[in-house]
C-alpha cells in the first residue's frame, strides 16, 4: 500500500504525483525496455522511441525543471514534490528521466549563476545541455576535489584550456562517459588550465554552445545498463570560447563551481535511485502474490515474506535520508555541506541495487530473463554505484568534511 507519510502533501501535489506516474508507466517503462535492446546508436537515431519520450516529457511542461515552479507552494513544498517527481519519473526509466533532465536545463543554470545574459542566449534554444567533466585517463582525479591528486601539478589534463586575450581557447576532449555527450547542443565544461602549478583544480568553467567551430562529438559508448542514456566523447579542436560564455575560473572558484554541481548531481541522483529501488521492491512484491511454488503464492513463504520485508525497509529508510537532505539542500541557506549529497547519493544508489538484487532472487530463474523487468533494473542500478562519482570515492571525498 502507498502511504503518503510525508507532511505537506497538498491536493495538487498529489494530482502531479499521478501525472508523473502515469507518464512514467504508459510512456517511460516500455520506449525504457524497447531502448535497452538497442545498439547505442539505435538509441539515438531518427525514429527512436526516445524523440517521443522526450517530447511527451517537455509537452507535460517538465522540462528545465519547471514542474517544481509554482509560487503557491512553500519551499519545503516544492523540495518534497522535487523529489517526488524525480522518484516516480525514474520508477518509470532511470536511464530515460536522466536524458529528460538534461533537456533545456542551460538558462535554469544560468539564471542559478546569476547570468540573465545566458539565461536568455540559452532560452532561445531547445536541447540537452550536458556536464562534461571527466576525460579519458582522469575520472576520478579530476572528480575527487578533496584529494590529493586534483592538485598535483604533474597530472594534465586531456582538455587544455589557455587564456587567449579577453578569451579561451580549448584543446583535447573531455570522457566518452559524458551523460548526453552525443546529442547535447550545450554543456557545462569544466577545462583545467594546462601547465598550471596547482594542476587540475585550476581552471575556467563554461557554459557554452558547441556549435562553435572546432567542437565535435564522438560514438555513443554501449554500457551494461541505463542503456537509454547516451554516453559521448567531446572533442574540441582549437575552440574559442568568447569570455561571454564563462562561468568561472581560478584556483579559488573552480574547484568551488564543481563541487556546487556535484553536490547537486549526488542529491538528484539520490533522487532518482530511490524510484530505481522502488520499481525493484514493486515488481517483487506483485511477483510474490502471484508465482505460485509449494501449493501457494511465494509470499506465503517466510524467506520469500522476510526477504520482501527487508527490501521494504532499505527502500523507506533510503526515501526519508534523500528526501531530508534534498529538503535541507533546498531550504537552508547555502544548502547542506557536500558530506550530506554525497551521502544521499551513495545510499539510494546501494540501496537500489541491493534491491534490485533481491528482486531478482525473489523472481528466482525468471529474475534472470528479459522477459521480466528485475533483470534490467539491477543493471541500471550497479551503473550507478561508479556514475557521478565511484560511491568509494564519494565516501572518500565526504570521509574528509566530517
Ligand atoms: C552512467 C554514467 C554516467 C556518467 N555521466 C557523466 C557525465 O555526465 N559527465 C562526466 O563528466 N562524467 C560522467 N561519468 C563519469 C564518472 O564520473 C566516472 O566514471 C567516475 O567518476 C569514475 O571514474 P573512472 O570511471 O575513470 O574510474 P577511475 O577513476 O579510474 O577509478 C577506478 C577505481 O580506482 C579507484 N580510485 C581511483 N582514484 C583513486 C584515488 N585517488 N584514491 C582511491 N581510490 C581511487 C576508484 O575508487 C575506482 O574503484 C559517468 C559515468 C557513468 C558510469
Not at 81 to 92: D, F, P, Q, T, Y
Request: with cysteine.
Amino acid at each position: 500500500m502507498d502511504l503518503d507519510l510525508d507532511p505537506g502533501l497538498s491536493d495538487e501535489m498529489r494530482a502531479i504525483r499521478d501525472t508523473c506516474r502515469r507518464f512514467a508507466t504508459e510512456v517511460m517503462r516500455p520506449a525504457g525496455i524497447a531502448l535497452d535492446r538497442m545498439s547505442a546508436e539505435a538509441v539515438i537515431a531518427r525514429g527512436s522511441p526516445l524523440w517521443g519520450v522526450l517530447d511527451g516529457f517537455k509537452a507535460l511542461g517538465f522540462a528545465g525543471g519547471a514542474s517544481v515552479d509554482d509560487p503557491s507552494l512553500s519551499p519545503e513544498q516544492k523540495a518534497l514534490l522535487h523529489c517526488i517527481v524525480l522518484e516516480e519519473l525514474s520508477a518509470g526509466d532511470v536511464g530515460l528521466f536522466i536524458t529528460c533532465g538534461l533537456l533545456n536545463i542551460a538558462p535554469e543554470i544560468a539564471r542559478a549563476s546569476g547570468r540573465t545574459d545566458l539565461a536568455e542566449f540559452f532560452g532561445a534554444r531547445d536541447e540537452l545541455c550536458c556536464l562534461a567533466l571527466t576525460e579519458p585517463g582522469h575520472g576520478s582525479d579530476i572528480v575527487a576535489f578533496t584529494e590529493p591528486a586534483y592538485r598535483n601539478p604533474r597530472i594534465k589534463p586531456a582538455l587544455k584550456c589557455r587564456r587567449d586575450g579577453a578569451n579561451y581557447v580549448l584543446n583535447g576532449q573531455k570522457a566518452a562517459w559524458v551523460s548526453g555527450g552525443t546529442l547535447a547542443g550545450s554543456g557545462i565544461v569544466f577545462a583545467s588550465f594546462e601547465n598550471s602549478p596547482v594542476g587540475l583544480a585550476d581552471g575556467a568553467v563554461f557554459l557554452m554552445p558547441f556549435d562553435l567551430p572546432g567542437v565535435s562529438k564522438g560514438k555513443p559508448l554501449e554500457k551494461i545498463g541505463q542503456r537509454a542514456l547516451n554516453q559521448g566523447e567531446i572533442f574540441f579542436d582549437n575552440v574559442e570560447v568568447p569570455a561571454q560564455f564563462l562561468l568561472g575560473e581560478g584556483p579559488e572558484l573552480y574547484p568551488l563551481i564543481w563541487e556546487m554541481n556535484l553536490k547537486g548531481a549526488n542529491i538528484a541522483m539520490g533522487q532518482q535511485f530511490v524510484g530505481v529501488a522502488r520499481a525493484a521492491y514493486d515488481l517483487a512484491l506483485d511477483y510474490a502474490r502471484q508465482w505460485v511454488q509449494g501449493g501457494c503464492p511465494i509470499i506465503e513463504h517466510q524467506n520469500v515474506k522476510t526477504r520482501i520485508f527487508g527490501m521494504f525497509q532499505k527502500l523507506e529508510v533510503a526515501r526519508s535520508h534523500v528526501r531530508r537532505v534534498a529538503i535541507a539542500d533546498a531550504t537552508l541557506p547555502g544548502g547542506v555541506p557536500f558530506q550530506y549529497a554525497a551521502s544521499a547519493k551513495v545510499f539510494a544508489t546501494q540501496t537500489a541495487f541491493e534491491v534490485a538484487h533481491d528482486a531478482i532472487q525473489v523472481l528466482g530463474g525468471n529474475g534472470l530473463t528479459h522477459e521480466y523487468l528485475a533483470e534490467k533494473l539491477f543493471r541500471d542500478a550497479r551503473s550507478s554505484l561508479i556514475e557521478d562519482g565511484e560511491n568509494s570515492m564519494l565516501g572518500l571525498m565526504a570521509a574528509s568534511r566530517l
